[in-house]
Structures are given as structure tokens and as C-alpha cells.
């Protein structure tokens, strides 16, 4: 991204053409007749090698990913990959993401996947257009393949005679479907793969550099901004449009069934403008929302949805609970609450639209685009630009359709339309409410031999391309209404309400029912995790619980009911490292905490020990240090790990103490951070995190691998100092006065 | 509309805006400086922090009327890629965020305590920050990153 480049439509038909002509990304698996054989990642939807990286003449190579920059350092860790792989240095790697012109398509950049699926692909590939270009090394140099050796890019046969991978672009056809048949290196022989290599992004984010959407400037682009309804299913009766566009530089007022929106001349007279706006425009409401608090729960268990069976299993042998435990778990509805509000440009010229916009998948975005406007895909471009953190789906693809929508009223001119707070907190998609209702028995060694896990949720991924409608925000709001098609629940194995709800524990009965409540009059999505951090917490809290009932150790407990050998020394690793005391209790105003998850059974595995300290005048619990180990297979990038680690922690604290999203029978009444309190410099946890590397293992995604154990050993901390159960997230201080009471 | 000369970054600039304009507005659409950042709008999170003869001040809801008369520095006007200043190259050195929206605020609000204290304790560092948030949580990185730049800064 450039944030000065002037983009002409000359430009912009150029490098769109480039997906034509140049790459094939059409997938050929889509031909049912030649069903190809399955690549590794994402190169089985993506299968050209010159759809991943171009050599180029100048010394430089470019890698092509559709994995997105959200701050989780994915451009340097791709870009380690790819030199190991074509024995470059890493300065010369340049990357390119996120684009529909000129990337891959990957779907979403969501889940902990990118290093798994993109960074496969390009291992896969790069390691093939390495042997690509060795063999016209070999042909140039009239030496075999197997006595070059490569430096830098630079190809060296025995007598001396060199070639380089930017002379020999020319002769080495990547245009070509990927065979997966080069062997990737081995880890003994990675120079870039397992180091701390400094983020690419950073420099520039501490300089003033152009480095997110909300630092592209367009020549002659105005401002824009939404006036969104004041609650979901409003509609809007009256307005006066008039005196709001004679207002010192409005250039368009948009109105469209419910969607408003303003664009003018500069960012302070859009804001002024939406102000007025606000002020004189008349809504009808209705009291669509559910009741709030503890009732909120009991609301969503009392919807007829029935349940479905997500896992079931059934051991003959095991012999009948001598005790038993019931609890009832909840979480609120809870924000992204990304520190930049959510940001687009958009431009509309001669019929075609270009977007930038930080959506985590610009693919899906287009063709949601393309059915709003009713357009072909091939007219629109949307390019990704990194904003303020997601962590899931926020507002920035909504953003996206109200840029463009403001855009088609401008007369060419590009818009640059960014939310203003009270629009990010009322109306992002939130993490869903749910309940997590848990029964257990243990026999008498103290074993678990009964387990269930029966959950309410709505759902956890609208995105666009989530469901045959719309998934965009103001797609509800206009004349033309599309209709809202619920989108179903992320599907096990991953899972989606019921992430993370199936033990990894060799339990011999278990049972895990979901109620997916599909119809909500709150609007959720994708918030880190999706339902695993609420189930994580369900779970590792009652595992905890069926822990004291057996008087066992919370961590020989676990252990001793479980055979994943990796889940083990992960268990084992932060026990150590933590110092862990087995059978220790808290001192009522202290107390230690352990808890475990393999992320969506399949990731990262991670465990933990929390310290908390608990001021029972006040309430408050302070985290004052988690110890962690993670297993996330081969790591790429240790310090990106740690990162990635050590803030899902921190962040699943602030979840865990103090956030959920109020709202009366009509509104959503969070609207600022005063609203919406997440945990300060004073509050945060020192945090320490192990990495048990696992050199020659497959890449598992680390970005949501810490939340879920974290909010559990926090809860098992405050029940080891206090012998309280706090079972209601957050753990505000009123609730733990009321437990301590 | 009104007229003023600011001095930002050792430079006057002339700007002509209304004099109610935040200030945070001006240095990023007029002067097109990308360091500030709009978060809140609401002097709640920090993001959009700069300094005013020296002192912190949230550029988002300070009027651009009642900042003529300063001398106002941005990131920018710290040090650039080529010559980073000392807080600069501690921040990425400790890789001290995720996104980094928030890490203007920091680095602000850093140098104004560095410059008073130059050899804070972490406590002091907390506090000085305690008023910025960090949504990716690096926080700990964050204070890392302060400590290393006031070792750097000492003589």
C-alpha cells in the first residue's frame, strides 16, 4: 500500500488485468471432471506457483499471500518461510497480501490458520520454484542439479561458474500448477525459520509512516461518516437533509431507507454534519433486545431450540459416579473493541469500485459487494490495509459497504469513512452470550467417569461469505433490504458455538449438546476464539471443580486423565516453570490457579498457572502473574509466538474481570470506553511463557491459543484462595463481594 | 475559518480551519503527520496523543485555537527511520505491540515522563501510561520498551 500513490483508473485496470492475464488463480479444482490431486494448505484452492511468489530482475522476490497483517506479525513469518526455502536473505523478500487483484484467495484470516495454510503454501511452493530454477541453473551452467549450491540466491556450480535467481527469472517458468513434489527443507537446515526476526510492520508504525487504512490519502478524497440507527430495527421516520447540506463543506448526504451517512469537504465538517444529522433525524424503536444480566440466560435456555449432539461417547467399563456435580457457566456479550474504529476508502469510477479496508478476508467482502450493488465481482477491487487490531470480525467490513455506499455520491471522489466510537461499540458484531450447563461424576479412585457439556450460544461467524445473504451491516439498513440468512454454526471438528466444548480428557462417558441459537437480536460474530473461550472456561473451571470433589491435585488430576503426550509436557512445563505446589490452598486473599486447552483440539496446545490476589473490601481481583507452555508445533517466529501468547492472556484477563456489553430492552447502551472498561497498565499481569519447540512438526496457529485456559485459571486461582466458585464471566467486583458475602 | 501558524515539529505551518477544529484533525488531514491517531474522540484512550511544550495533551478534544500559541511535537517529530529516537528504537527493538494504534500514545506520553524523570521506576511507568490503552495487550512489552530507552537516554 501506498498511501500517496494516486490510483488512476489506468492503474487500477492494469493491475487488476495482471489477475487475468497473469495469474491463473481460478481454481481448477472447481472442474469436477478433473478433480486434481490435494496440495498442501492453501495451495490445493490456489495451485499456480506463480500465484505465491514471482522472482523478480531487480534482486528482490515477492510473495503473494491472502493472509492479512492484523498485527500478529503474519508478513514476517511468511516471509522466514519463503527465504529458507529459496535460500534468500530476508531482506529481500517483499510481500504482497490481501488483495483481489493480485493475491491468492484464502478465505478468511481467521482461526490461528495463516501460518498453517499460507505458510505451508508457500513452503510447499517456494521449495518447488527453488528446484524450478536449480534446473535452469543446471541447463545455463552445464552442471547437474545435484552439485550447485545455492547462496543468496545465487547459484554456484563446482568449477565456480554462478547464475542468479534474477538472471535466471526469465527461463524459469513458474506459470505452472504445483506438483508438491519438491521436498521442503529439513528444520536442521532453516537460517530464518525458529529465530526472532524483528517484525516487518514495526518500524513504520513507531515513525509516522503510512501504516494502516486510516493513512491512505487519496487525491481529492472527502469524509465520511454514518449515522447509524439508535437501536437494531429502528426506522427512520424523519430527517432534515436540507439544513444539513447546506453545512460549511458537506458534498453529499446519503439517505437510504435506514442507512444515513454524510461526506464533506473536511473530517471535522463530516463529524459536525453527523452531529446534526443525529439531532434532527426521528426514529421509530421497537424493544427488540433480550432482557439483560442473570435473566439474560435464563432467556436464551428458555428458546425452543433443540439440542443437537455434538459429541458422544460411551465406555461399558467404567463403573458408576460415587459423586456428582452440576454447574452453570455463563458469558456476556463481549466487544472486540479495537482501539482505531473501523476505517474504509472507497471510489467509485466509471462503474467500478476499488475498496481498502482492514477486512480479514477481502474475497468474501467483494462478492458480498458485488451483490449489494449488483455488480460483477470483476468491477470491484478490494485491497486490504491494516487497522487498529480485530481480534475476529469487527466493523471492518461493514465499514467497507458504508464507505462504498457514500462513495456512489460523490461523483468519483474517493471517501475515507471511519466510525466514530459510539458506531464501533454499538454496533461491531459481539462475541455471543452463552451458557455452558456441566455435569460430571467421579468414582471412587477419584476418576472422571461421567462428563457432560450442554451449551446455548448464538452464533459465532457472520462474515461475509458466512451465509447466502448479506452478511453487511448496512445491507439491513437500506430500501432495498437484503434479507438476513442465518449463517450455521462453524461445524465440528474446528466447531463454533461448541469450540473446545469436547474434553481432550480420556473421560469414559461424554456427552456435548449444543443449542445454536441461529435468530439473534443482538448481532454476533467472530470474536477470538468463537466459543472456545467460553467453553474453555466451562470446562477447565469443572474439571477443577470435579478436582476438589475428588481431593485431588489439579494438575495430577489432569494428568493422570490424560494420554496426549504433548498435552502432558505442556501440563508438566508450566507446572515446573510456575513452581507449582501440588495440594496447596490460597490464604483467602491468595490463590494459585491451573488450567489447560489444545486449541479447537487441533492448534496450539497451551496451559497455565494464574496467580490472583483478591481485596475482599473492594472486591477486586488483581492477576498478578501467569505462568504459560505452548506447544505450537515447528515455531517460525519464537518472539511472535510469545506475543501472540502472552496478549491472548493479558486480553482474556480484561475479558475475564471486567467486560460485557449493556444494553436495556431497546438499546445497546455501551457507547464508550467508559462504558466499557478493559484492563490498564496497573491491572495487567507480569506473564511468562514457555515454548517447547517441536522442529519437524507441522505449524500449529498460536492467536487464540491462551484465552480460553486463561479465564479458567483465574476462575480455579480466586476458588484456591477463597474456596469461592466464581461461575459468571466477568468477575466484576460486585459479583466476587456478593460470592465472598 | 480562521488562520494560524503552528509550530509543530520545529516547523510553522500555516493552516486555515475553524478554530473550534480538534487539533488532532489539522496535524493528520492538513499536515498529513500519520502518528497521531483517532481512537476515542473522547480523551478516553490516547491514541491521539502529542505534545504541547512538552506536555502531553489529547490532540482529539484540544481545539486547534488553544494550541496556536505552542510549540507542538508528534512522533514524527522525534527522530525518523534513519535516525530513530531513543524511544523509537527501544519500542521496536522490545517488538514492544501487535497492531500499534495505540503506540503513538505511548511513545508520547514516554518522552514526556523520560524528559521529567529520567530513570523511572516501573510503578512510575504504569502510571504514566495508565491512562493509554492497549487492546493487543503489550502492555508488559510496552514498559520494557520504556525501561530500555531510559537506560539508552542516561548519560
Given at each position: 500500500m501506498s498511501a500517496r500513490a494516486p490510483v488512476s483508473r489506468r492503474r487500477f485496470l492494469a493491475t487488476s488485468g495482471a489477475l487475468v492475464i497473469g495469474f491463473a488463480l481460478a481454481p481448477r479444482v472447481a472442474l469436477a471432471q478433473d478433480r486434481p490431486a490435494p496440495l498442501p494448505g492453501s495451495l490445493n484452492t490456489n495451485r499456480m506457483l506463480d500465484a505465491w511468489l514471482r522472482i523478480e530482475p531487480n534482486g528482490t522476490v515477492t510473495i503473494f499471500t491472502g493472509k492479512i497483517e492484523l498485527g500478529q506479525g503474519i508478513g514476517t513469518a511468511l516471509s522466514q518461510i519463503a527465504a529458507d526455502e529459496l535460500d534468500v536473505d530476508l531482506g529481500r523478500i517483499q510481500v504482497v497480501s490481501g488483495d483481489t487483484a493480485r493475491t491468492p484467495n484464502e478465505g478468511q484470516t481467521a482461526g490461528s490458520l495463516s501460518v498453517e495454510q499460507s505458510g505451508t503454501a508457500l513452503r510447499v511452493a517456494c521449495a518447488e520454484a527453488r528446484e524450478i530454477l536449480l534446473a535452469a541453473a543446471a541447463a545455463k551452467l552445464g552442471a547437474p542439479v545435484a552439485e550447485l549450491t545455492v547462496k543468496d540466491g545465487t547459484v554456484a556450480a563446482p568449477a565456480g561458474a554462478t547464475a542468479t535467481y534474477w538472471d535466471l527469472a526469465g527461463s524459469a517458468d513458474l506459470k505452472r500448477e504445483a506438483t508438491a513434489k519438491a521436498k521442503p527443507k529439513p528444520a536442521s537446515e532453516h537460517r530464518w525459520v525458529g529465530r526472532s526476526v524483528p517484525r516487518r510492520d514495526i518500524p513504520k508504525k513507531f515513525t509516522g509512516g503510512a501504516a494502516y487504512v486510516q493513512d491512505v490519502r487519496l487525491p481529492g478524497m472527502v469524509f465520511g461518516r454514518v449515522v447509524r440507527p439508535p437501536s437494531p430495527g429502528a426506522q427512520l421516520r424523519s430527517v432534515d437533509e436540507a439544513a444539513v447540506r447546506r453545512m460549511p463543506g458537506v458534498v453529499a448526504v446519503v439517505r437510504d431507507g435506514n442507512f444515513l451517512a454524510v461526506a464533506a469537504a473536511r473530517e471535522e465538517q463530516a463529524i459536525r454534519a453527523r452531529e446534526a444529522l443525529k439531532t434532527s433525524a426521528r426514529w421509530g424503536e421497537t424493544a427488540s433486545l433480550p432482557p439483560a444480566d442473570d435473566a439474560l440466560y435464563a432467556h436464551l435456555m428458555s428458546l425452543p431450540v433443540p439440542g443437537q449432539t455434538v459429541a458422544e461417547k460411551t465406555s461399558a467399563d467404567a463403573s458408576a459416579p460415587a459423586k456428582t456435580l452440576d454447574a452453570l457457566y455463563t458469558r456476556p456479550y463481549q466487544c472486540h473493541a479495537s482501539m482505531g474504529p473501523s476505517c474504509a476508502v472507497a471510489q467509485w469510477q466509471e462503474g467500478k469500485l476499488a475498496v481498502w479496508t482492514h477486512s480479514q478476508g477481502v474475497f468474501p467482502l467483494r462478492a458480498e459487494l458485488a451483490k449489494v450493488f449488483d455488480v460483477s465481482v470483476e468491477n470491484i477491487r478490494c485491497v486490504h490495509a491494516e487497522g487498529a487490531g480485530?481480534?475476529?470480525?469487527?466493523g471492518a467490513d461493514d465499514v467497507a459497504l458504508d464507505a462504498a455506499l457514500v462513495a456512489r455520491a460523490t461523483e468519483g471522489r474517493p471517501v475515507k469513512l471511519q466510525w466514530m466510537r459510539d458506531d464501533e461499540f454499538a454496533w461491531e458484531p459481539y462475541g455471543s452470550a452463552m451458557v455452558m450447563k456441566l455435569s460430571g461424576g467421579i468414582d471412587a479412585q477419584g476418576n472422571v467417569v461421567t462428563w457432560s457439556h450442554e451449551l446455548w450460544s448464538h452464533s459465532h461467524n457472520t462474515r461475509p461469505g458466512a451465509s447466502t445473504g448479506v452478511n453487511l451491516l448496512a445491507a439491513r439498513h437500506l430500501a432495498t433490504s437484503r434479507p438476513l440468512v442465518a449463517a450455521q454454526d462453524v461445524p465440528q471438528p474446528s466447531g463454533g458455538s461448541d469450540r473446545n466444548a469436547i474434553p481432550l480428557y480420556d473421560f469414559p462417558n461424554v456427552k456435548v449438546v449444543k443449542h445454536y441459537v441461529a435468530d439473534a437480536p443482538i448481532r454476533t460474530s467472530a470474536l477470538r476464539t468463537l466459543g472456545g473461550y467460553a467453553n474453555v472456561f466451562a470446562l477447565e473451571s469443572f474439571v477443577d471443580e470435579l478436582a476438589l470433589l475428588a481431593g485431588a491435585d489439579p494438575v495430577e488430576f489432569r494428568l493422570r486423565q490424560l494420554k496426549d503426550a504433548r498435552a502432558r509436557a505442556v501440563i508438566e512445563a508450566a507446572a515446573r516453570r510456575a513452581g507449582w505446589q501440588p495440594n496447596t490452598h490460597g490464604d483467602g486473599a491468595r490463590g494459585r490457579g491451573f488450567a489447560f486447552a489444545k486449541y479447537k483440539n487441533l492448534a496450539c496446545y497451551c496451559a497455565m498457572a494464574a496467580d490472583v490476589e483478591i481485596e475482599h473490601k473492594t472486591g477486586v481481583i488483581r492477576v498478578a502473574r501467569v505462568v504459560a507452555a505452548v506447544d505450537a508445533g515447528q515455531i517460525v517466529n519464537p518472539d511472535g509466538v510469545i506475543n501472540q501468547i502472552e496478549g491472548g492472556i493479558i486480553q482474556s484477563a480484561s475479558w475475564t474481570l471486567k467486560e460485557s456489553v449493556r444494553f436495556d430492552r431497546t438499546r445497546v447502551t455501551t457507547r464508550s470506553w467508559a462504558d466499557y472498561p478493559i484492563l490498564r497498565f496497573g491491572e495487567v499481569p507480569a506473564v511468562e511463557v514457555v515454548l517447547l519447540d517441536q522442529p519437524g512438526e507441522r505449524f500449529l496457529g498460536v492467536g487464540e491459543g491462551s484465552q480460553g485456559p486463561a479465564a479458567a485459571a483465574i476462575a480455579n486461582a480466586v476458588a484456591n484462595a477463597t474456596g469461592k466458585r466464581l461461575r459468571a464471566l466477568p468477575f466484576t467486583p460486585e459479583r466476587v463481594k456478593q460470592a465472598l458475602a | 475559518m480562521a488562520s494560524y501558524a503552528l509550530r509543530v515539529n520545529g516547523k510553522t505551518r500555516a493552516v486555515s480551519v475553524e478554530p473550534s477544529t480538534p487539533l488532532l484533525y489539522v496535524l493528520r488531514n492538513d499536515l498529513e503527520l500519520n502518528g497521531p491517531k483517532f481512537g476515542c474522540g473522547l480523551s478516553q484512550c490516547g491514541a491521539c496523543t502529542v505534545l504541547m511544550d512538552g506536555k502531553p495533551i489529547r490532540s482529539c478534544v484540544t481545539p486547534v485555537a488553544s494550541a496556536a500559541k505552542g510549540q507542538i511535537t508528534t512522533i514524527e517529530g522525534l527522530g525518523t527511520l534513519e535516525r530513530l529516537h531513543p524511544l523509537q528504537r527501544a519500542f521496536i527493538a522490545e517488538q514492544a505491540c501487535q497492531c500499534g494504534y495505540c503506540g503513538n500514545g505511548m511513545v508520547m506520553s514516554a518522552k514526556a515522563l523520560l524528559d521529567g524523570n529520567p530513570a523511572p521506576t516501573e510503578l512510575e511507568i504504569k502510571r504514566a501510561l495508565d491512562g493509554h490503552l492497549c487492546r493487543c495487550a503489550s502492555h508488559n512489552r510496552i514498559v520494557r520498551a520504556v525501561q530500555r530507552a531510559a537506560r539508552e537516554m542516561r548519560p
Open positions: 480485530c481480534y475476529g470480525h469487527n | -
